[in-house]
């Protein structure tokens, strides 16, 4: 197994992206890959790497897909590939496989528009409590590498053209708070209705209205208005940086954990 197998799994979950990895365990008798052979693969069944091709393959795909969807725990597979087995594998070499199906998660992956002081602030403490945090600015004074070290990645460019190109993973949480009001409202017009766990706009309720009224006027669902947390955050009287990005934390955590 070469190094770039592992270069492209380790860059697919830092994406945000969740994957089972298959890594055949027990090869006996002729088989079409040794104990050791890996792949893994994507929610939508595409693949990396091989276990040995044909129905054994699919079966392993499809029961990776499977895992993936309901949030499965790690499980072993077995194969036959003897003619008369019942659990066949669509291939007659007349070994037995195992193979081992674990999922990767990505981790909690928290996208922050604008980089000030509270952008700053959540980054710093959510990156302590599980979330890999990606900054988006257009400000490239502010949003650095020296000032966001914790950064999986920094995105400099307009708000309005990266939020409509942007590739949200299902499991995205986004916080919107850059420097205007006019970005606010063009960010989360264009990331409103893709796929994302949580959505939050810092605004004051009267902003809220204004931004929630166009979005409503431009043809937006009210299903979809009604997701964004906003005002951001749990009300505890946060007043500072620090205690605004400690409210915002705390709403973002109370819902992953299902609370």
Do not use: W
């Amino acid at each position: 197994m070469n190094t770039t197998f592992f270069e492209q799994l380790a860059s697919a979950v830092k994406s945000g992206k969740s994957v089972c990895l298959a890594t055949v365990i027990k090869a006996e008798g002729s088989t079409p890959r040794e104990a050791g052979a890996k792949m893994f693969v994507f929610a939508d069944g595409k693949t990396v790497g091989t276990i040995g091709g044909s129905l054994l393959e699919k079966k392993v795909i499809d029961k990776a897909v499977e895992m993936l969807k309901n949030s499965a725990p790690p499980t072993i597979e077995k194969f036959s590939l003897k003619e008369k087995s019942d659990n066949k594998s669509g291939m007659i070499c007349g070994g037995e496989m195992q193979v081992f199906i674990e999922p990767i998660s990505s981790g909690s992956q928290l996208y922050i528009f604008g980089a000030g002081h509270c952008g700053f602030a959540l980054a710093k403490i959510a990156s302590q409590t599980g979330f890999a945090i990606h900054i988006i600015d257009d400000r490239p004074e502010i949003a650095s590498t020296e000032r966001f070290p914790m950064a999986a990645s920094i995105t400099i460019g307009d708000y309005n053209k990266i939020s409509k190109e942007i590739l949200l993973p299902e499991n995205a949480f986004v916080a919107i708070m850059t420097q205007r009001h006019s970005a606010d409202a063009e960010v989360l017009e264009n990331l409103i209705t893709k796929k994302y766990f949580y959505i939050g706009l810092m605004a004051s309720k009267r902003k809220r209205e204004q931004i929630f009224t166009k979005l409503a006027a431009n043809g937006i669902e009210k299903s979809l208005i009604e997701k964004v947390h906003s005002p951001i955050g749990l009300d505890i009287g946060a007043e500072t940086p620090e205690e605004i990005a400690i409210s915002i934390l705390s709403e973002m955590i109370k819902l992953r954990a299902g609370a």
